[in-house]
């Protein structure tokens, strides 16, 4: 395996479907997610990141398998096939370990 202090980053990502599959696109994102208002300008973009815009607009702490269920209920849902997935290039306890984000 990879040793990610050898690289000297720790990666973490979401994407937005598993490898067959393909990630859909959304022409008007505020009418399929009717995102909050201070959340960004709207139009168009992709399912997963406008799911995981409002999950993380809600509020709290989720971990990260909480982040990834509550994606992938909400584009169920929303009747989208696509199945986001989890990868990281370190172990981490998805189940415990608070979901952060930093800008880059």
């Known amino acids: 395996g990879i040793n990610a202090e050898y690289m000297g980053c720790e990666v973490v990502m979401f994407s937005g479907c598993m490898d067959q599959q393909t990630s859909a696109d959304v022409g008007n994102v505020n009418a399929v997610f009717q995102l909050p208002a201070d ?17 993380l607009a809600q509020g709290g702490e989720p971990t990260f398998i909480q982040v990834l269920e509550q994606v992938r209920s909400m584009l169920e849902q929303l009747k989208f096939t696509q199945i986001p997935q ?19």
């Open 39 to 55: 959340v960004g300008p709207g139009g168009a973009g992709g399912a997963l990141t406008n799911a995981l815009l409002k999950v």
């Open 86 to 104: 989890l990868s990281s290039s370190v172990n981490i306890d998805v189940q415990s370990e608070k979901f952060y984000f930093v800008p880059s």
